[in-house]
């Protein structure tokens, strides 16, 4: 039997990528934060079981922000105990000091703040502006770093566009990285909120960042899906040198805090592509589209991951 018959794609290497990608998995906290519905914890708890079954290695597994900002995920107490025993990286979102003391609390290792390029989001997300919340982070960062050394991760929000400012300036973010990587976090994602980066946009930012002299090693990328771009831009990311990519099973996701954001990058289509191109990520394919049509059952909806449709033969 070939390749295709069995839902894997002729193995076909091309010059300038890595041999390796760590697949950072955002489903369960990106995805299930921007459902309507309310996804009881013990559904998530199988989710996150199941996904690590997989063999993906960093699942983020929820947010301790304000209850009433993002109530989707406002089990967060239940869940991460549910799944803390198993034996991969379960970072979680911390806005500030309250949360990482939640997070603290119940033995997280690995935690992840989060700030953004443009004024309005940083307002709408976080109810600061773009300085206060690098304010609000620093005695986040200092404390993760106290309390046994942490790894913590610094996103940034709306590097390629903003629905309310439109066009970011690349200065602008790369001033806000170079802040989150001097307050001590060890790595970034480079969020493209909206999904309106395109190939030529990643490939400046990644320059001006290499210019500024952020090392492109504590790079990852955080494609949303809007106008189908995720997958180029993410190999432009890797032909820059990136190896950390973010991506969500299924392609569940979006922000609920800014307009015309949808799901991320679907990890289906990320797998299919990297393995094409012999990059190897340790992820079993079959058992994710599995896990992402049993999750689609649960939402009662099918999963927008082309992968998952031509290896499911789900109804849409
Ligand atoms: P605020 O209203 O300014 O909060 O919200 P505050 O600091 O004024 O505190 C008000 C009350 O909230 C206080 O309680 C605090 O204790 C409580 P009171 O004294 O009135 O009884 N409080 C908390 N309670 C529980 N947990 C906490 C917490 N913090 C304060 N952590 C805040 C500020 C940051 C809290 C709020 O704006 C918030 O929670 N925002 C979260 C927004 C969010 O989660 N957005 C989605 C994630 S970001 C994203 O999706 C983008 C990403 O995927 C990358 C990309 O795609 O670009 C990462
Ligand atoms: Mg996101």
Redesign the pocket.
């Known amino acids: 039997m070939n390749a295709m018959e069995v839902g894997l794609p002729a193995t076909v290497p091309a010059e300038g990528l890595p041999a390796r990608v760590r697949v950072h998995e955002?489903g369960a906290r990106?995805g299930l934060?921007n459902e309507k519905a309310v996804v009881p914890a013990q559904v998530k708890a199988e989710f996150i079981r199941r996904l690590a079954g997989t063999g993906l290695t960093t699942i983020e597994a929820t947010?301790?922000?304000?209850?009433k900002?993002?109530p989707q995920l406002a089990d967060a107490e239940e869940l991460f105990p549910a799944v803390a025993d198993l034996p991969v990286d379960l970072p979680v979102?911390?806005?500030?000091e309250?949360?990482l003391e939640?997070a603290l609390a119940l033995g997280a290792r690995r935690v992840a703040v989060?700030a953004s390029a443009t004024e309005s989001f940083a307002k709408a997300?976080?109810?600061?502006t773009v300085d206060e919340s690098l304010a609000?982070f620093e005695p986040v960062v200092a404390r993760a770093k106290d309390a046994g050394g942490l790894h913590v991760r610094g996103?940034l929000?709306?590097c390629f566009g903003d629905p309310w400012e439109g066009d970011v300036p690349v200065g602008q973010v790369v001033r806000v990285c170079r802040a989150l990587l001097d307050m001590g976090c060890d790595e970034l994602?480079l969020?493209?909120?909206i999904g309106v980066a395109t190939p030529g946009h990643v490939s400046a930012l990644l320059t001006a960042l290499d210019g500024a002299g952020v090392p492109v090693e504590r790079l990852g990328v955080?494609f949303?899906d809007t106008y189908g771009q995720a997958l180029s831009n993410t190999l432009t990311a890797l032909r820059h040198g990136v190896r950390t990519v973010d991506a969500s099973a299924g392609g569940l996701g979006g922000?609920?805090?800014a307009k015309s954001?949808t799901g991320n990058l679907a990890t289906e289509d990320l797998v299919w592509m990297l393995r094409g191109l012999g990059i190897d990520t340790g992820i079993d394919l079959g058992r994710l589209v599995a896990t992402s049509v049993w999750m689609a059952a649960h939402l009662g909806r099918p999963s927008p991951s082309r992968t998952v449709r031509a290896l499911s033969h789900q109804e849409s």
């Open positions: 955002v990106d934060q947010s301790f922000v304000h209850p900002w993002v979102l911390v806005p500030n309250r949360g939640r989060f997300n976080l109810n600061r609000m996103y929000s709306m994602s969020g493209d909120t955080h949303h922000c609920p805090f954001a």
